[in-house]
DNA sequence: TTGATTTAATTAAATGTTTGTTTAACTTTG
DNA sequence: CAAAGTTAAACAAACATTTAATTAAATCAA
C-alpha cells in the first residue's frame, strides 16, 4: 500500500483519463503517456490494466469509510451538527475528488470492471453506520420517526453525484461561465450542502 | 425517422449492449451478434458506431420533450396535481426504460462521445419548461417563494437516476432479493416518487 | 572504501489479438 | 433486370501485454 512517485503518477495518470473517458476507452499507452512513463512500467509494477483500477479504489474507500466513522461517532457534537456535517464533509469529498468520483460512478453503472462487489460491500457498511447514527438520533428524541433513512442517503448521494458529473451543464444553466474551475467548485460545495441540508431538515426534524 | 424490422433490432441491441458496457467495450461484432445480423448491416444502415448511437438518442430525446410539454401545460389540473405527475412520469419513464438511462447518465459523463451537446441542448429546454411552470405556480399563490428550482430539478434527477442505476445494490440493501425486475421496478417507481413528492412539498408548499 | 555480484528499474521492440470499416461477390425483391 | 439487401472475407490500425537487453541501485565480503 506504499507507492514510490513514479506509481503515483501512474494512479494519478490513470484516475484522471479513466474519469473522462472511461475505463475502456482509455489504453495503457494513454496512461503511460501522461504519466510519463515507459508503457511496461505498467504491467511492471501493477500487473495489468485491472488491477490498476483495483489500486485505485481500494486506496481511496479504505481513507472515506475512516473519516466518516469518525465524524459520526463523534459525540461532543449534537445529532443535528453532526447531521450537518456529514452532509458537508461529503458533498465536499465528491465535489473535490470529480475524478475518483466519475470513476466510481462509471464502475457502479458498468458490470463488466471488476471491482463493483468492493463498491457494494463498501456502501451496505457506510449504510449500516449512518442508518445507526439516525436510529441514535431518533431514540434520544431529535430525529422524527419514520424515516426512510435509505432513501435519505440516495437522495444525498445521487444529487451530489449528479450536479458534480454534470457540473458544467449546471454552470451554463446558472449563467455561471465567467467562474473558474476552483470558484465553481467552492459555489457547488456551498450551494448542494446548504440546500441538502434545507431539504433533510423539513423530514428530519419539523413535525409532518 | 422510420426504421425496419433489422433497423430496430439493431438499435435495441446496441442500446443493451451500450448501457451494461459502455460504448467503447462493445464491439461491432458484439452488437451484431445481439442483434443476430451481419457485422456488415451497422455500416450499412447507419454509416458508423458513433452515427449509431445517435440515432439512439434522438429518437428518445424527442419523445420525452413532447410528454412533458403536454403534462405540464395541462390546465385543467391543478398546479401540485400536475407537480406530482411531473415527478411520477419523470420516475416512471426512468426506471421503465433502464438501458437507455443508463446510457445517458454515461454519455453526460463522458467527453468524449459526441452527443454531449445535444443533450445539453435539450436539458436546457426541458429546465426552461419546468421552471416557467413553477413560477406560474408561485404567481398564482400555490407555490412558495424563494425557491431553487434548478437545484429542484437536480434533486429529482439525480436522485431517480442514481436509485435506478444501483437499483440492485438497493435490492440487496433493503432485502428484496426474492422480488423480481419486474416487481421490484414497480416497488422502486411508487417508492422513490413517495419519497420525492413528500420531500417537495415540504419546501414547495410548507412554509418555511 | 573498494570492487564484485545480485536485485530492481527501465527501455525499445515484438507479439498476437481485437478493433471498426470496406470490399466484392451473392441473393432477394419490386 | 436494376436496386436493395446480405454475406464472408479481408483490411489496416490500435490494443494489452511480454520479451530480452540495458542501466541504476543495493548488498556485502574483503
Known amino acids: 500500500m506504499e507507492y514510490n512517485q513514479k506509481q503515483l503518477s501512474i494512479l494519478e495518470a490513470a484516475e484522471k483519463l479513466f474519469a473522462s473517458h472511461g475505463f475502456h476507452a482509455t489504453s495503457v499507452r494513454d496512461i503511460a503517456h501522461e504519466a510519463d512513463?515507459?508503457?511496461?512500467?505498467?504491467?511492471?509494477?501493477?500487473?495489468?490494466?485491472?488491477?490498476?483500477?483495483e489500486a485505485i479504489f481500494l486506496k481511496r474507500i479504505f481513507a472515506w469509510k475512516l473519516t466518516l466513522t469518525e465524524m459520526l461517532h463523534n459525540s461532543a457534537r449534537s445529532y443535528?451538527?453532526?447531521?450537518?456535517?456529514?452532509?458537508?464533509?461529503?458533498v465536499t469529498r465528491v465535489m473535490g475528488n470529480p475524478c475518483f468520483n466519475l470513476m466510481m460512478i462509471r464502475a457502479q453503472i458498468q458490470e463488466?470492471?471488476?471491482v463493483n462487489d468492493l463498491i457494494h460491500e463498501n456502501k451496505k457498511e457506510v449504510?449500516?453506520?449512518?442508518?445507526?447514527?439516525?436510529?441514535?438520533?431518533?431514540?434520544?428524541?431529535?430525529?422524527?420517526?419514520?424515516?426512510?433513512?435509505?432513501?435519505?442517503?440516495?437522495?444525498?448521494?445521487?444529487?451530489?453525484?449528479?450536479?458534480?458529473?454534470?457540473?458544467?451543464?449546471?454552470?451554463?444553466?446558472?449563467?455561471?461561465?465567467?467562474?473558474?474551475?476552483?470558484?465553481?467548485?467552492?459555489?457547488?460545495?456551498?450551494?448542494?450542502?446548504?440546500?441538502?441540508?434545507?431539504?433533510?431538515?423539513?423530514?428530519?426534524?419539523?413535525?409532518?
Do not use: C
Request: aromatic share 8%; charged share 20%; hydrophobic share 40%.
Open 37 to 53: 512513463v515507459n508503457i511496461a512500467m505498467i504491467s511492471y509494477y501493477f500487473g495489468s490494466k485491472e488491477k490498476l483500477i
Open 80 to 90: 443535528v451538527e453532526r447531521f450537518d456535517s456529514l452532509v458537508e464533509t461529503y
Open 112 to 114: 463488466d470492471i471488476g
Open 127 to 208: 449504510h449500516e453506520v449512518i442508518k445507526a447514527f439516525i436510529n441514535e438520533g431518533q431514540e434520544s428524541g431529535v430525529f422524527n420517526k419514520d424515516l426512510d433513512i435509505l432513501m435519505m442517503v440516495n437522495t444525498l448521494v445521487g444529487t451530489t453525484n449528479h450536479i458534480m458529473s454534470t457540473r458544467h451543464h449546471f454552470q451554463r444553466l446558472s449563467n455561471l461561465e465567467h467562474l473558474s474551475d476552483n470558484e465553481l467548485q467552492e459555489y457547488l460545495i456551498s450551494h448542494t450542502s446548504n440546500h441538502l441540508k434545507n431539504l433533510f431538515k423539513a423530514i428530519l426534524i419539523h413535525e409532518a
